[in-house]
């Protein structure tokens, strides 16, 4: 039993890290495109802050699912059940 | 949540069951010790009862919001339709209007065929999805504790926030899906459908090489099909998750509850209305996709 528990939360660690490093990466290039792209054109700003909200919604998408699967394994660890 | 002495952990794991109605079977021990005698339905206590109920156990309290807050936007959206007062609209007439007329421009930037079922379902979801993820401002312990008090069980599990329950976010995703693949072998045919699944994104001339590639071609675009209703489901319930397990968290600090309730609310309405968003606008995009011939 601390076997698994131990390996979980390594596990959820693991899973939580490198999704926020890849979405911090991910934001920063995402939000300097969108900077160069309106000091270039001032006027296309908003239309561009929709798309850049568009595309930060996607660039989250997997990093949230990690956080709600590493939830899941920190509170209601579901290989528990294999105790029995 | 009402008992003295709880750790943090049981508060918790409180808050994360949902008040499920489901069938434990004959001869079932509860926690207080008695006995099935019969197979019975019953709201379950603990989440070892919740797997023992199995597949058909019904998460009421998802049912009953999700179902609440889609008459409330119903109704309120038919009174102003049925009220268009041409000239000088009111409060609410004029927001409704700025909604429609948003989705609307949002749906012509994408969508080139004409197909009228499209905008309102874009409204649809988008509407009902914010209804949804709002209820997730609401302070985490207020409803429990009003519905506890109110059926006089202080052991209730009642979660308001119906995304945080994967069975909503998949039963979107997955009538979404639905309605591609319907789109998809209206406009290109049933043998078009499974050509675009086939041929792409691997296409010779040579007859022998096309037929040799067809698995891969297979594997790549079945993953690519199965990878939307999966992510679009997932995306919304992460976030919405993660975020009303902060709130959790943020309500066992204590004193220091209330500055960070309110910080971690702002940014958590810029989420709700994102992932709303986001929603729509990919239920879009891939509508659109599923009706555009090669």
Same mark, same amino acid.
């Given at each position: 039993? &601390?076997?698994?528990?131990a390996?979980?939360s390594?596990g959820? !660690?693991?899973?939580?890290g490198?999704?926020?490093?890849?979405?911090?990466?991910?934001f920063?290039?995402?939000?300097g495109?969108f900077l &160069?792209?309106?000091?270039r054109?001032?006027e296309?700003?908003?239309?561009?802050?929709?798309?850049?909200?568009l595309v930060?919604? !996607?660039v989250d998408?997997?990093?949230?699912?990690g956080?709600?699967?590493?939830m899941w394994f920190? !509170?209601a660890n579901?290989? !528990?059940?294999?105790?029995? | 949540m009402?008992?003295?002495?709880?750790?943090?952990?049981?508060?918790?794991?409180h808050?994360?069951?949902?008040?499920v109605?489901?069938?434990?079977?004959?001869?079932?021990?509860?926690?207080?010790g008695?006995v099935?005698?019969?197979?019975?339905w019953?709201?379950a206590?603990n989440?070892?009862?919740?797997?023992?109920?199995?597949?058909w156990?019904?998460? $009421?309290?998802?049912l009953g919001?999700s179902? +609440?807050l889609?008459?409330? +936007?119903? +109704?309120?959206?038919?009174?102003?339709?049925?009220n268009t007062? @041409?000239g @000088?609209?009111?409060?609410?007439?004029?927001?409704?209007?700025?909604?429609?007329?948003g989705?609307?421009?949002n749906?012509?930037d994408?969508?080139?065929?004409?197909?009228? *079922?499209?905008a309102?379902?874009?409204?649809?979801?988008?509407?009902w999805?914010?209804? $949804?993820?709002?209820m997730?401002l609401?302070?985490?312990?207020?409803?429990?504790?009003?519905?506890?008090t109110i059926?006089?069980?202080?052991?209730?599990?009642?979660?308001?926030v119906?995304?945080?329950?994967?069975?909503i976010t998949f039963?979107l995703?997955?009538?979404?899906f639905?309605l591609?693949?319907?789109?998809?072998?209206?406009?290109?045919? /049933?043998?078009?459908?499974?050509?675009?699944?086939?041929?792409?994104?691997f296409h010779?001339?040579?007859?022998f *090489?096309q037929?040799?590639?067809i698995p891969f071609?297979?594997?790549?675009?079945?993953?690519n *099909?199965v990878?939307?209703?999966?992510s679009?489901?997932?995306?919304l319930?992460?976030?919405l998750y993660?975020?009303?397990?902060?709130?959790?968290?943020?309500a066992?600090?204590?004193?220091w509850?209330?500055?960070?309730?309110?910080?971690?609310?702002?940014?958590?309405?810029?989420?709700?209305? *994102?992932q709303?968003?986001?929603f729509?606008m990919?239920?879009i995009?891939? /509508?659109?996709?599923?009706?555009?011939?090669?």
């Amino acid at each position: 039993m &601390e076997t698994i528990l131990a390996f979980t939360s390594l596990g959820v !660690l693991i899973v939580l890290g490198m999704g926020a490093f890849g979405t911090a990466i991910g934001f920063g290039v995402l939000g300097g495109k969108f900077l &160069e792209g309106s000091a270039r054109q001032p006027e296309l700003a908003p239309m561009l802050q929709v798309k850049m909200f568009l595309v930060a919604g !996607l660039v989250d998408a997997v990093t949230m699912i990690g956080i709600g699967i590493g939830m899941w394994f920190t !509170l209601a660890n579901p290989f !528990l059940n294999y105790l029995k | 949540m009402a008992s003295e002495g709880m750790t943090s952990n049981e508060y918790i794991q409180h808050h994360l069951q949902n008040m499920v109605l489901g069938k434990l079977p004959a001869g079932y021990e509860r926690h207080g010790g008695d006995v099935l005698e019969h197979a019975t339905w019953t709201l379950a206590e603990n989440p070892q009862e919740v797997q023992a109920m199995g597949f058909w156990s019904f998460n $009421m309290d998802t049912l009953g919001w999700s179902i +609440f807050l889609g008459a409330v +936007f119903c +109704f309120l959206f038919y009174r102003v339709a049925k009220n268009t007062v @041409a000239g @000088a609209p009111s409060g609410f007439h004029n927001f409704v209007e700025w909604v429609v007329e948003g989705i609307d421009a949002n749906v012509k930037d994408v969508f080139h065929v004409h197909n009228p *079922l499209i905008a309102p379902l874009a409204l649809t979801v988008f509407v009902w999805v914010v209804l $949804m993820n709002t209820m997730d401002l609401v302070p985490v312990d207020w409803l429990p504790l009003a519905a506890q008090t109110i059926s006089g069980n202080p052991e209730l599990h009642f979660r308001v926030v119906p995304s945080t329950d994967p069975n909503i976010t998949f039963g979107l995703s997955l009538s979404v899906f639905a309605l591609i693949i319907y789109y998809s072998i209206k406009m290109k045919g /049933l043998g078009g459908f499974i050509a675009e699944l086939t041929l792409h994104p691997f296409h010779f001339d040579n007859i022998f *090489l096309q037929i040799l590639f067809i698995p891969f071609n297979f594997l790549l675009e079945g993953v690519n *099909l199965v990878a939307k209703p999966v992510s679009l489901a997932l995306r919304l319930f992460g976030n919405l998750y993660a975020g009303e397990l902060i709130f959790m968290l943020i309500a066992l600090c204590g004193f220091w509850q209330l500055p960070l309730h309110f910080v971690w609310a702002i940014f958590h309405i810029l989420i709700v209305l *994102l992932q709303a968003f986001v929603f729509m606008m990919l239920t879009i995009v891939y /509508l659109s996709m599923a009706h555009e011939h090669h």
